[in-house]
């Protein structure tokens, strides 16, 4: 197990900090060989997945983990769909994993850099009215716990700790690895294009209805949305997609390199963000129809990098929310160059998932890494607690104990296997004590 120590930051670089160690462990013995040097230390251990929390969850001056050794498929089962991978296993190499199994994760998140533990931990989630998040889809889990012993759980097996640790924010156990329940391999035909903002809300449910999965971009005070649509297709649906030429002018080009030269621009000269959100408006969709394996679909490339803020209300309050969330951007005149990115997911039964019984919609809010970021995503907390507005876990919310609370039914059962499961708190931090109190 290699060990090092240096100041570590955020991918978006929102949390910055710097660590006692950073451990580095390739096995279970060196997981649970970590967590006891975290005790014989006095101070707590965080695991970090690929750094794509948006909020401070993994920030430490104690021991800093990752399981970036630790990866890979463990067993696949095309009979079952069961397949299980090492805690540290990235998003983006699933695909390739799975693929000769003749299986595929049933859905996936426009981001595929994360690890499969921060997934779940921080309940990460794609689109799709019929469609759970990452967490949704787990069917067991093997952990380390604090005090170094290693436990497999499942539905049957500790079932209350199943519950706890599959969205566990990182403070019920380390994930060595974890059963998903995935589906036979199928592709995806993606189309997108722009239509007028007013119509694309009012038709969003409904479309999310009848479409696999359905989400919309829109940058705040234009008229326009930016939709894609995405259906499956089987593996026998041929390969349909753009020129190379073409997807790196989009991608690449138009969608990296000129947009953060515009937010740059934004960000120096703030009266830039109005016309730069409507050129972006404008630009980049695509009327392209792309049709790939789903692993080729669902992600995107996102080097442009921003601070974000999302939040899962009930379904059927979209509609309201969303524009009462309007209504609020033009009273304040608010201007920014990146657009809201609203979806829907299906119900679970995960205790501290942002879905717990209750289908939802997903309004994520973000803002350029170099401009401000609190007083705009703090403006959309606001606009949209009204509609009991739970925050995404991994992404930036200003809200603690108290108010969490009250929007999840299952916050006290949580805090009591979390005790029981560290009752030192090894796994914890004063940013998590601030959430669980």
């Given at each position: 197990?290699?060990?090092?120590t240096?100041?570590?930051?955020?991918?978006?670089?929102?949390?910055?900090?710097?660590?006692?160690?950073?451990?580095?462990?390739?096995?279970?013995d060196?997981?649970?060989?970590?967590?006891?040097?975290?005790?014989?230390?006095?101070v707590?251990?965080r695991?970090?997945?690929?750094?794509?929390?948006?909020s401070?969850?993994?920030?430490?001056?104690?021991?800093?983990?990752?399981l970036?050794?630790?990866?890979?498929?463990?067993?696949?089962?095309?009979?079952?769909?069961?397949?299980?991978?090492?805690?540290g296993?990235r998003?983006?190499?699933?695909g390739?994993l799975l693929?000769?199994?003749?299986?595929?994760?049933?859905?996936?998140?426009?981001?595929?850099?994360?690890s499969i533990?921060g997934?779940i931990?921080?309940g990460?989630?794609?689109?799709?009215?019929?469609?759970?998040?990452f967490a949704?889809?787990?069917?067991?889990?093997?952990l380390?716990?604090a005090?170094g012993?290693?436990?497999?759980?499942?539905?049957?097996?500790d079932?209350?700790?199943?519950?706890?640790?599959?969205l566990?924010?990182g403070?019920?156990?380390?994930?060595?690895?974890?059963?998903?329940?995935?589906?036979p391999?199928?592709?995806?035909?993606?189309?997108e294009?722009?239509?007028g903002?007013?119509?694309?809300?009012?038709?969003?449910?409904?479309?999310?209805?009848?479409?696999?999965?359905h989400e919309?971009?829109?940058?705040?005070?234009?008229g326009?949305?930016t939709?894609?649509?995405?259906?499956?297709?089987?593996m026998?649906?041929?390969?349909?997609?753009?020129?190379?030429?073409?997807?790196?002018?989009?991608?690449e080009?138009?969608?990296?390199?000129v947009?953060?030269?515009?937010?740059r621009?934004?960000?120096?000269?703030?009266?830039?963000?109005?016309?730069?959100?409507e050129?972006?408006?404008?630009?980049f969709?695509?009327?392209?129809?792309?049709?790939?394996?789903?692993?080729?679909?669902?992600a995107?490339s996102?080097r442009?990098?921003?601070?974000?803020?999302e939040?899962?209300i009930?379904?059927?309050?979209?509609?309201?929310?969303?524009?009462?969330?309007?209504?609020?951007?033009?009273?304040e005149?608010?201007r920014?160059t990146?657009?809201?990115?609203?979806?829907?997911?299906?119900?679970?039964?995960?205790w501290?998932?942002t879905a717990y019984?209750r289908e939802?919609?997903?309004?994520?809010?973000?803002?350029y890494?170099?401009?401000?970021?609190?007083p705009?995503?703090?403006?959309?907390?606001?606009a949209?607690?009204p509609f009991?507005?739970?925050?995404?876990?991994?992404?930036?919310?200003w809200?603690?104990?108290?108010?969490l609370?009250?929007?999840?039914?299952?916050f006290e059962?949580f805090r009591?296997?979390?005790e029981?499961?560290d009752p030192d708190?090894?796994?914890?931090t004063?940013?998590?004590?601030?959430?669980?109190?």
């Amino acid at each position: 197990m290699s060990i090092t120590t240096h100041s570590h930051r955020n991918w978006s670089g929102s949390a910055r900090f710097t660590p006692q160690e950073i451990l580095a462990p390739t096995s279970e013995d060196e997981v649970t060989a970590a967590l006891a040097r975290a005790r014989a230390l006095g101070v707590p251990l965080r695991v970090i997945g690929g750094g794509h929390s948006f909020s401070p969850l993994v920030r430490t001056d104690g021991v800093l983990m990752t399981l970036d050794g630790y990866q890979g498929l463990v067993s696949a089962d095309l009979s079952t769909g069961l397949v299980t991978l090492r805690g540290g296993t990235r998003l983006w190499t699933i695909g390739d994993l799975l693929a000769p199994h003749g299986l595929a994760l049933t859905v996936m998140g426009d981001i595929d850099r994360q690890s499969i533990s921060g997934a779940i931990q921080t309940g990460t989630h794609g689109t799709g009215a019929y469609y759970t998040g990452f967490a949704g889809m787990v069917r067991a889990l093997r952990l380390a716990l604090a005090d170094g012993s290693i436990v497999d759980t499942s539905p049957t097996q500790d079932p209350d700790l199943f519950q706890a640790a599959r969205l566990g924010l990182g403070a019920v156990g380390v994930i060595l690895e974890v059963t998903l329940q995935a589906v036979p391999a199928y592709r995806l035909e993606l189309v997108e294009g722009t239509e007028g903002v007013d119509a694309t809300a009012a038709s969003f449910l409904a479309d999310c209805e009848i479409a696999d999965h359905h989400e919309f971009f829109w940058f705040p005070r234009t008229g326009r949305a930016t939709v894609r649509t995405m259906r499956r297709r089987g593996m026998e649906a041929p390969r349909q997609r753009p020129s190379k030429l073409a997807e790196t002018m989009k991608s690449e080009v138009l969608g990296n390199g000129v947009f953060e030269l515009m937010c740059r621009s934004a960000a120096l000269l703030p009266p830039l963000s109005r016309p730069v959100a409507e050129i972006a408006s404008r630009a980049f969709a695509s009327t392209d129809t792309v049709v790939d394996d789903s692993p080729r679909v669902y992600a995107a490339s996102r080097r442009v990098r921003f601070h974000e803020s999302e939040w899962a209300i009930p379904a059927h309050r979209f509609e309201e929310a969303f524009g009462a969330l309007r209504r609020r951007f033009e009273d304040e005149n608010v201007r920014v160059t990146f657009p809201l990115e609203i979806r829907r997911v299906a119900a679970d039964d995960v205790w501290l998932s942002t879905a717990y019984e209750r289908e939802s919609v997903y309004i994520a809010a973000h803002r350029y890494r170099w401009e401000e970021a609190a007083p705009y995503l703090l403006l959309v907390q606001r606009a949209l607690a009204p509609f009991a507005a739970r925050p995404h876990w991994g992404k930036q919310h200003w809200l603690g104990a108290r108010e969490l609370r009250e929007l999840y039914p299952r916050f006290e059962d949580f805090r009591a296997v979390r005790e029981a499961a560290d009752p030192d708190g090894v796994l914890m931090t004063p940013y998590l004590r601030h959430l669980l109190g």
